[in-house]
């Protein structure tokens, strides 16, 4: 070997070696978090059953190995099935996580029952294993969370105080810097990509807000859209061309009745509703491809309600809707298992993860493109998954 090629070889190795990390791992852990909630199940008849506190967490999953997650640490952190199953967020390094509380559990007489929280849970991931480190106290019943792709501020809609709290984050401090006022009933909340505008949904009265972001200066501009019934939960596109709503309608949940997903044009000026895609029944846990080309709605069907009521399904599922421009298309749906919730895309996009709350795992779905299909694997998880996210596109 002459010196040229043995000097080459020396540089591919260490460009090897740092794109793979120094032992073959990938750079990034890739985690998700699953907020479990295991003080809350639904009989035959449908009615909520309400259970003591103390068994709920935060479980922290490595999907490095995508047909293999791996739990690497499980916080017992009290959390909540209600409210939309974004209650939580990871910031872009994966240095942080942080999961809002949405409801505190205190006795009733005999019996137990839910109040509005104001916990948000600062988990370090780069920890070994991962660990609370702050717990910092935000608005009446956070829900909905978003963090921008700075990975300096986060968004998280307050849904008893009609409100948006404004957080900071710099390195592994994070604190509150700003309460938006937004005279409705919030729920969910997320940042375009360039981070200087953020949408919310006023769940309640069939809206969506658009706010200003400056710094750490964040603006309700007054400025709503009428989108469809009930719109829970929300997503932008990671090119930032659209906002979808996921509407769950009339009752707030499956019902019988088909739902849908609208559609914002947010290159508009200003903004602007531009279609209404059916999607099912139930819509609440939604997630973007990091590919952009597919959204997901994930559809509840009655899947927690009573045995006799008509809209009764064994399982819920995943509607895929294809992202070609400004169209968006219902162009496929997939049966997962008992009330799913929320849904997270692999890095790559190649692979969605779906948690049904019933059924306490984690369905894996392969994804081709638009293609999406099942690949019969199952996570097994310590509890009921209410909510789950990664890092978003």
């Not at 479990?36 to 999953?61: C, E, M, Q, R, T």
């Not at 409210?83 to 409801?103: F, K, Q, R, Y």
């Not at 007489?109 to 070994?128: E, H, R, T």
Request: glycine residues 10%; contains cysteine; neutral net charge.
């Amino acid at each position: 070997m002459n010196e040229f090629t043995l000097r080459f070889a020396r540089v591919l190795g260490i460009a090897v070696a740092l794109c793979l990390g120094v032992w073959g791992a990938p750079v990034l852990a890739q985690h998700v978090i699953v907020g479990i909630d295991n003080k809350v199940f639904w009989d035959a008849d449908g009615k909520p059953l309400f259970s003591p506190p103390g068994k709920d967490a935060v479980a922290v999953l490595d999907i490095s190995d995508r047909l293999n997650p791996r739990l690497v640490a499980s916080l017992p952190l009290m959390n909540s099935v209600f409210g939309p199953p974004v209650n939580l967020a990871i910031t872009p390094d994966e240095s942080l996580a942080l999961v809002a509380n949405s409801m505190d559990w205190v006795q009733d007489g005999s019996a137990w029952k839910g109040v509005p929280g104001n916990d948000i849970f600062v988990i370090d991931l780069k920890s070994n294993p991962p660990m609370l480190i702050a717990t910092v106290k935000g608005g009446k019943q956070p829900s909905g969370m978003a963090i921008n792709r700075a990975g300096n501020l986060a968004l998280v809609a307050n849904r008893a105080d009609n409100s948006i709290t404004v957080l900071s984050i710099r390195g592994k401090e994070v604190k509150v810097v700003d309460t938006v006022a937004m005279g409705e009933q919030v729920s969910a909340v997320a940042f375009t990509p360039d981070g200087k505008r953020a949408v919310a949904s006023k769940n309640v009265n069939n809206k969506a807000a658009v706010l200003v972001v400056d710094g750490e200066k964040v603006t309700y501009s007054k400025y709503d859209m009428l989108v469809g019934l009930f719109p829970y939960n929300l997503g932008i596109t990671p090119n930032g061309k659209l906002a979808l709503t996921a509407n769950n309608g009339a009752s707030g949940s499956a019902d019988g009745n088909v739902d849908t997903v609208s559609v914002i044009d947010l290159e508009a000026t200003p903004p602007r509703v531009i279609d209404q895609v059916v999607v099912g029944d139930g819509p609440e846990g939604f997630a973007l491809s990091p590919t952009g080309e597919i959204a997901v709605a994930i559809l509840l069907r009655g899947s927690n309600a009573s045995k006799s009521a008509f809209f009764y399904n064994r399982n819920g599922s995943v509607a895929v809707l294809k992202i070609d421009g400004k169209k968006i298309t219902k162009v496929g749906e997939v049966e997962v298992r008992g009330l799913p919730e929320g849904a997270v895309f692999s890095p790559d996009g190649k692979y969605l993860y779906v948690g049904n709350y019933m059924d306490d795992d984690i369905s894996i779905l392969r994804v081709d493109g638009t293609v999406v299909s099942d690949t019969g694997k199952r996570f097994k998880l310590p509890g009921h998954p209410a909510s789950m996210r990664s890092v978003v596109p």
